[in-house]
């Protein structure tokens, strides 16, 4: 098993920034990939950013040269640097991690971010 704890979530004036933390504690070894997701009120959960076990990175179109995807596998510890933000980032942000065993597949609880205008 493996838990996630989120950090970092808020209330932001448009063109403000946030920094997301995610700490995974437990049955660590096997993570691979670590990711941001978020979720809008009435909306389908979407990928905002994704890193590899090599630090290969991915993002949403919508986000990109304004976020900022890192992790310090030292700490099993994934963050999400946000600049830059708009309205319509506002929404539920979801750490997930994964590995390549059957299974090994994690959300957290969330954390919420709203940008005012």
């Known amino acids: 098993q493996v838990q996630l704890v989120e950090s970092g979530g808020g209330l932001v004036q448009a063109g403000g920034s946030l920094r997301l933390s995610c700490a995974a504690s437990?049955?660590?070894?096997?993570?691979?990939?670590m990711g941001w997701y978020r979720q809008a009120p009435g909306k389908q959960r979407e990928l905002v950013a994704t890193?590899?076990?090599?630090?290969?990175?991915r993002y949403a179109d919508s986000v990109k040269g304004r976020f900022t995807i890192s992790r310090d596998n030292a700490k099993n510890t994934v963050y999400l640097q946000m600049n830059s933000l708009k309205p319509e980032d506002t929404a539920v942000y979801y750490c997930h991690v994964w590995g390549s065993h059957p299974g090994y597949d994690y959300w957290g609880q969330g954390t919420q971010v709203t940008v005012s205008s």
């Open positions: 890193i590899s076990s090599y630090s290969s990175t």
């Open positions: 437990g049955s660590t070894f096997s993570i691979n990939g």
